[in-house]
């Protein structure tokens, strides 16, 4: 049973080498864009949880005309809807894009990756595609509708993907009913990336134990969550939690 969006923000929101929020460089006619962590929809929540938020990305993304992009992912996921706003946005540019995935490119960080006209990834880098989460609360009526919009995102994703890919609509939602972690050469075979980038090592070092068939990483503890469990954390975090009302979808 697939954890919620919430542990994949609080589980590495402490990590050491994560940038803070993303970053844009921009040199000549070219331009580099750094999605280094979570995805998320808001200031408010990236506040809170951390991560990289369409609010704030997609207006500084929205002033590059033109040109040549490199889209640089190293991202656990997120948020759907926020990944999708990115995407147009870079659409938008007018501008050659060609996505690097440094490390991970998983859930809604796919999404963003397969938006580019060019997908690499770097040796021992993976890509994840899975069924769309979301936590919810309400009545029968409520939840029903949940699960509706649920398939639609699924088929809406399938689509993308199979796309990109050249793979069958039904080959694709079967992988995504799986939870398919492609390494990078499975990747290119998929079709999903078109290449893996040439002298470079992947570097990814996220805790992904809110997903069910995440790899291990070698020399990490698996189980290990940040930040430490005491009473004022939990407290604080059931209060964060009752803030977040709102359902959310990755």
């Known amino acids: 049973m697939p954890k919620s969006l919430t542990q994949l923000l609080a589980s590495n929101k402490k990590r050491p080498d994560r940038l803070p ?18 995805i998320v929809a808001d200031e408010d929540t990236a506040y809170w949880w951390g991560g990289v ?16 992009i490199h889209l ?11 990944a999708q706003t990115i995407c147009q946005a870079i659409r938008d540019t007018g501008a ?13 960080a796919t999404v963003i990756s ?8 770097a040796a021992g880098g993976f890509f994840m595609i899975h069924n769309a989460w979301t936590w919810a609360m309400g009545n029968a009526n409520d939840l029903t509708a949940t699960a509706v919009l649920l398939g639609k995102i699924d088929s809406s994703l399938a689509g993308q993907y199979a796309a990109k890919s050249g793979m069958a609509v039904d080959d694709v939602r079967a992988a ?6 492609y390494t990078a050469e ?13 002298g ?10 809110a997903y069910a068939k995440a790899p291990k990483i070698e020399n990490k503890e698996p189980d290990q969550v940040d930040p430490v469990a005491t009473e004022e954390h939990r407290a604080r975090q059931l209060q964060r939690i009752s803030m977040m009302a709102r359902t959310q979808v990755s």
């Open 72 to 82: 640089r992912i190293n991202s656990p996921g997120g948020d759907v809807f926020a």
């Open 176 to 181: 995504m009913d799986a939870e398919t972690w």
């Open 21 to 38: 929020q993303s970053r844009i460089v921009a040199s000549a006619d070219e331009t580099e864009i750094y999605i280094y962590d979570a």
């Open 96 to 108: 050659k894009v060609i996505a690097h995935i440094d490390g991970y490119a998983a859930s809604a």
């Open 200 to 209: 470079k090592k992947a570097e990814a070092s996220w805790n992904m134990s």
């Open 53 to 68: 938020s369409a609010e704030a990305l997609v207006p500084a993304i929205r002033n590059i005309k033109g040109g040549t």
């Open 186 to 198: 499975e990747a290119v075979a998929a079709g999903l990336v078109d290449r893996i980038a040439a």
């Open 114 to 121: 397969i938006a580019a006209d060019e997908v690499e990834i």
